[in-house]
């Protein structure tokens, strides 16, 4: 006899609203915002979403942060960004490793709470300091007798490195382009595309309320993304790969190693929800705070982990189905640049067109800092989706092992 499992079904009066979103600039790897630990960076965007709303700290019920790489930070890394950033002690807070779909991840737990009642303001996003991630020295804690002592760079064992088939991500990304048939030159073109859609929007001025400066000394602030100012068209297609000698994926159209924060705040809603603040619906309205967009579905797969790039697509569907949306309902896309052709693979499955995806680039112009990319993506929707005037829009995010989040939130801007 064949089991069935059965669901009951309660109609939630909760809804969950982003209503305050600021990012850090992304920086270089070891460059000028190395000087900040991680949680410093979160704590910089935390507080930068709190003040774009005058938000009293004091009415924060949760803060959910992603961070990948934690070792050498300290307890608890959301933590230490909640109360730099000026949030009480007295407010829960928990940090989230999902690889690079922390930052997402977080989102989505915070908009959970808030449906379920649980919170009705809570703060969620990620960041990552890549720069700063330690050298680990495996074994030492027995002692050391004689011989040479290897070093394990954290970044790679925690960060980039597949820990089932103990390779490169980037060769996971190899076996995609090899199985879905996307050639060098097709990388290529995406990363310069991704790299002038970037450029494109800072000098409009599209990223300008993203972003939160960061002051480096007295005579020098950061307020613009780094690694955009690196770019020469002209040097794409000779770079050598990276990850395989008769391989496609090249410096360029790989995404960055980079360090940023990113925060978002949720307010609960009546009636259904990079650092980004969240709250209840209703709640936003009681504090006249004006939602900039409703969080609508959201859904988490996974497959084999060498697959990772092509997770999204898997995702996304579950995200459409759990809204009861089809694909031709969502207006924009924002998928993560893991490298060009992690994006092209998913456009790929889901049959969408380039001018749908990425407007204002990705994270192969951008930059990835690991544990914040998740929370970017969605912040990036929002400021697509208000620019055209468009109603619902998707974020997704391969992270590795094989798996993948996505969401839809609705424009209300």
Known sequence: ??????????????????????????????????????????????????????????????????NVCQAG????????????????????????????????????????????????????????????????????????????????????????????????MG?????????????????????????????????AGYLAEDIVPIKINDKETVSEDEEQKKFVREKMPSLKPVFSKTGTITAGNASKINDGGCALSKITSASRITMKVVMEEQTAKNLHVRPLARIVSYADAEVEPLDFCIAPAKAAQFSLDRAGLKLKDIAFHEINEAFAVTVLANMKLLDLSHDQVNVHGGAVALGHPIGMSGA?????????????KSKYGMASICNGGGGSSAIIIENLQ
């Open 1 to 66: 006899m064949k089991a069935v499992r059965s669901f009951s079904v309660v109609r939630n009066t909760r809804s969950a609203v982003i209503v305050a979103a600021k990012r850090t600039p992304v920086g270089l790897f070891m460059g000028k915002m190395s000087k900040y630990k991680a949680p410093e960076l979160g704590s910089i965007a935390v507080r930068a979403a709190i003040e774009s709303i005058r938000l009293d700290p004091a009415k924060i019920d949760e803060v959910v942060l992603g």
């Open 376 to 388: 970017r993506i969605v912040q990036s929707l929002m400021t697509v989706l208000k620019r055209h």
């Open 73 to 168: 930070i300290g307890q608890n890394p959301a933590r230490q960004a909640s109360l730099a950033a000026g949030i009480p002690v007295t407010v829960p807070c928990t940090t989230i490793n999902k690889v690079c779909a922390s930052g997402l991840k977080s989102l989505v737990y915070a908009a959970q709470s808030i449906l379920l009642g649980h919170s009705n303001i809570a703060v969620a996003g990620g960041f990552e300091s890549m720069s700063n991630i330690p050298f680990y020295v495996p074994n030492y804690r027995k002692g050391h007798t004689f011989g040479n002592v290897q070093l394990l760079d954290g970044l790679a064992v925690d960060g980039l490195t597949d820990a089932y088939n103990n390779c490169a």
């Open 171 to 203: 060769l996971c990304g190899e076996k995609t382009a090899t199985d879905l048939k996307i050639d060098r030159s097709v990388q290529d073109d995406f990363a310069i595309a991704s790299y002038e859609r970037l450029i494109a929007a800072t000098k």
